[in-house]
Every structure is written in C-alpha cells, then in structure tokens.
C-alpha cells in the first residue's frame, strides 16, 4: 500500500529557533502533498498544499513566511517552522495522494504518522 | 466554508457491540473517506467510497455513500477492544469554493473508547 513517512515523529526546541519537519512517500509518487495541523482532541486543519516544482498554496489565515514549504522532489517535501514559539506547538501531519490524484479511484490521501513539535 | 457533521462526537462500546457513526454535509461531495486515528499517530485510511449509493466493506467495517451525495455512515460490527480510536470522515466537495483545490474537508471525529 502507499506509505507515508515523517520525520522526525517528535520534536524539542527553543523558542526563537527554526525547525524542518520531512515528508517523503515511499512507494509511491506525489506532485502535491497536504500539511496539516492538528490540536490536542481536534479534526485536522490544512494548512498548505505543496507542489512539485512550484510554490506551496498557503490557506487563509496560514503565515507563508512562518511555514515554509519546499516540494523537491516527487517524494519528498518539507515544512520549515521559522522562529518557533510556544504557540506553533502542535501535531504536524502530512498526506499525499497518488499521481493520478484528483478524480476517480485515485481520490484519497495517506496519511505520516505525524510529527510532534514542542516550542519551550 | 463548507463544514461537515460528525456524531456522535464520543461513544463506549462493549465488546461485541455494533457501531454506527455517521456524517452529514450541506453541499454534495464526490468522495467520501473514513479514517481511524490512535494517539500520536497519524490518521490510517479505512475506506474510501467514490459513487452515490457505494457501499463498500473492509473486514467488519462497512460504509457507504450516501445517495443524495451529502452524507455518509460508517459501521464496526461486533467491536475489540483495538477499535478504540478516533474516527474521522473527510470527503472532497464537488465544488471547491476557495482554498486548495481538491483539499479534504474533516468531521471533527467521533471518539470509540470501552465501557468502564
């Protein structure tokens, strides 16, 4: 099955510090891939979609220059949380679906197991 | 925004039982998915329904998707224990009024945890 890895799954850092959070499909190819958010007993909230070879599509409300996003390459994209405080910290969840993506059987996304972010 | 409806928001299950939980949308989606999530831990696809009137197994798990476009049910027949979890429905509108084309929308989950 397409599988989905993160890393790292957990995260500590200073306030005021920078920190890269990886998304990579391992058996499979993306050309966008979904950043999600999610708080302690809450749904998922997108934050941004990133696309292969072109900028991220930031959702309203999402600061572009505190969550940069870079797509490398089909099986890779990452989230850079810029000058982290207290508040960023959250449950980071990424999802990619299949090439092919957007009609048909191929209409789902996978989810990483997520990555943990503390702020101290 | 479009939002969906999940419920219930919680429910304890007795071993054996059957679960039901549904969610509802005020718009018609073109795709309906059913994921369960486990603490710290991302959410795991369970079933994916792409046509109206879908009904689609996965073990004891069935869902469907609902005829009218705008609701869906998922149902666990005779629960263990290692069903507990966090379920959430998402589904994709069949127009995308702003945002991310082709973003999911999420129900806010329904909680399963056992009886006391």
């Known amino acids: 099955g397409a599988v989905v890895s993160q890393h790292p799954s957990r995260v500590i850092c200073k306030s005021g510090t920078s920190v890269k959070i990886e998304c990579r499909s391992l058996?499979?190819?993306?050309?966008?891939m979904f950043w999600y958010r999610q708080f302690p007993k809450k749904s998922l909230m997108l934050m941004a979609t990133s696309n292969e070879g072109s900028k991220a599509t930031y959702e309203q409300g999402v600061e572009k220059d505190k969550f940069l996003i870079n797509h490398a390459s089909l099986t890779l994209s990452t989230l850079t949380v810029t000058s982290a405080h207290p508040e960023d910290s959250s449950f980071y969840i990424c999802s990619a679906p299949p090439l092919g993506w957007g009609g048909g059987g191929t209409d789902t996304q996978y989810f990483g197991p997520g990555t943990r972010l503390t702020v101290l | 925004g479009q939002q969906l409806n999940q419920s219930p928001q919680s429910m304890f299950i007795q071993e054996g039982e059957d679960v039901s939980m549904n969610c509802t949308s005020s718009s018609i989606f073109n795709t309906w998915l059913w994921y369960k999530q486990d603490p710290g831990e991302g959410p795991v696809l369970l079933i994916a329904l792409y046509k109206a009137g879908e009904l689609t197994s996965n073990g004891r798990l069935t869902a469907q998707f609902g005829i009218t476009r705008k609701d869906s049910f998922l149902n666990i027949s005779a629960s263990i224990p290692s069903d507990v979890g966090i379920y959430f429905c998402?589904?994709?509108?069949?127009?995308?009024?702003?945002?991310?084309?082709?973003?999911?929308?999420f129900g806010k989950g329904t909680k399963l945890s056992v009886k006391p």
């Open positions: 998402a589904g994709r509108p069949l127009l995308i009024y702003g945002g991310s084309q082709g973003n999911l929308i």
């Open positions: 058996d499979f190819q993306a050309t966008t």
